[in-house]
């Protein structure tokens, strides 16, 4: 018998609607555990009501870490394919990982690639499978491409982190990848294609907002402590100074580990 997969879908209002395109047609063993954060004012169109292999748990409030965290709640397939609310699913790229996933029992998390509608990689992906803490230069971790095995110790993702949250705007997957290693969980890449997903991260847009540059720094505070932490902002710095004037990211870098070590208390 196959794999069972769930595609853990995060929303948020209105948002919902375009929820709604994202089902493939019924197939056995994939369902759809919807987390929708709501204020009872949206509600979820018929298509997705009337449909035995959706499931929709709603949540009050804010904050992308808060609505994985629910629909990691409500999880109970064999495989739990992070997803937001402006996906594509491809079927042979979930029949691609059921064979993956088969082959490789000693792999916890998987983490796969995601392209854009126009068949671009979402960011750099390399060629060769490696497993964390061994990334290669130039890799980062990416929600779109997280598939988890089910029952496993993972770690709550952050709340302090991600959309939503009331200052660090992102960096939830490296917290939560991070975490998820020191609980001693194996994270293996490889070079496989998950989903589709637009082109736009919220990185991208580093040089021109000052609270991703506080969230790296916050992020590089929580993963290396604060001696580390100094020395890769001072590096960066050096790094991006032709994007970005040095002294101000700098300080940017360092407002983000005073903000992680003034709020402490985690998820």
Same mark, same amino acid.
């Given at each position: 018998?196959?794999?069972?997969?769930? *595609?853990? @879908?995060?929303? @948020?209002?209105?948002?919902?609607?375009?929820?709604?395109?994202?089902?493939?047609?019924?197939?056995?063993?994939?369902?759809?555990?919807?987390?929708?954060?709501?204020?009872?004012?949206?509600?979820?169109?018929?298509?997705?009501?009337?449909?035995?292999?959706? $499931?929709?748990?709603?949540?009050?409030?804010?904050?992308?870490? &808060?609505?994985?965290?629910?629909?990691?709640?409500?999880?109970?397939?064999?495989?739990?394919?992070?997803?937001?609310?402006?996906?594509?699913?491809?079927?042979?790229?979930?029949?691609?990982? +059921?064979?993956?996933?088969?082959?490789?029992?000693?792999?916890? *998390?998987?983490?796969?690639?995601? %392209?854009?509608?126009?068949?671009?990689?979402? #960011?750099?992906?390399?060629? &060769?499978? %490696?497993?964390?803490? /061994?990334?290669?230069?130039? %890799?980062?971790?990416?929600?779109?491409? *997280?598939?988890?095995?089910? =029952?496993?110790?993972?770690?709550?993702?952050?709340?302090?982190?991600?959309?939503?949250?009331?200052?660090?705007?992102?960096?939830?997957?490296?917290?939560? @990848? /991070?975490?998820?290693?020191?609980?001693?969980?194996?994270?293996?890449?490889?070079?496989?294609?998950?989903? *589709?997903?637009?082109?736009?991260?919220?990185?991208? #847009?580093?040089? $021109?907002?000052?609270?991703?540059?506080?969230?790296? =720094?916050?992020?590089?505070?929580?993963?290396?402590?604060?001696?580390?932490?100094?020395?890769?902002?001072?590096?960066?710095?050096?790094? !991006?100074? +032709? !994007?970005?004037?040095?002294?101000? /990211?700098?300080?940017?870098?360092?407002?983000? !580990?005073?903000? @992680? /070590?003034?709020?402490? $208390? $985690?998820?």
């Amino acid at each position: 018998m196959s794999l069972s997969i769930n *595609i853990l @879908i995060s929303t @948020i209002g209105e948002r919902i609607d375009r929820v709604a395109l994202i089902p493939l047609p019924p197939a056995e063993g994939i369902s759809y555990i919807i987390s929708h954060q709501t204020d009872g004012s949206h509600p979820a169109p018929a298509q997705l009501v009337g449909r035995p292999d959706v $499931t929709i748990y709603t949540l009050a409030g804010r904050g992308l870490s &808060a609505n994985r965290n629910n629909a990691l709640a409500h999880a109970t397939a064999d495989l739990l394919v992070l997803a937001d609310d402006d996906i594509t699913l491809i079927p042979q790229y979930l029949d691609d990982l +059921r064979q993956l996933a088969d082959a490789h029992h000693e792999t916890d *998390i998987f983490t796969l690639q995601a %392209f854009t509608p126009e068949g671009k990689p979402l #960011h750099y992906y390399p060629d &060769a499978p %490696f497993t964390h803490p /061994h990334v290669p230069k130039g %890799f980062y971790y990416n929600s779109m491409g *997280i598939v988890l095995r089910k =029952g496993r110790d993972y770690p709550p993702f952050d709340t302090r982190f991600g959309l939503g949250a009331p200052h660090l705007m992102a960096g939830e997957e490296d917290i939560f @990848i /991070h975490e998820s290693h020191l609980r001693h969980l194996r994270i293996d890449y490889y070079p496989q294609p998950l989903l *589709i997903t637009p082109g736009v991260t919220t990185s991208s #847009h580093y040089a $021109t907002d000052s609270r991703l540059q506080q969230t790296k =720094g916050a992020v590089l505070a929580l993963i290396h402590s604060t001696p580390g932490a100094l020395l890769r902002y001072v590096s960066t710095a050096i790094k !991006m100074r +032709r !994007m970005l004037a040095p002294m101000p /990211h700098l300080r940017n870098l360092v407002k983000g !580990m005073k903000y @992680i /070590h003034r709020h402490a $208390t $985690t998820h």
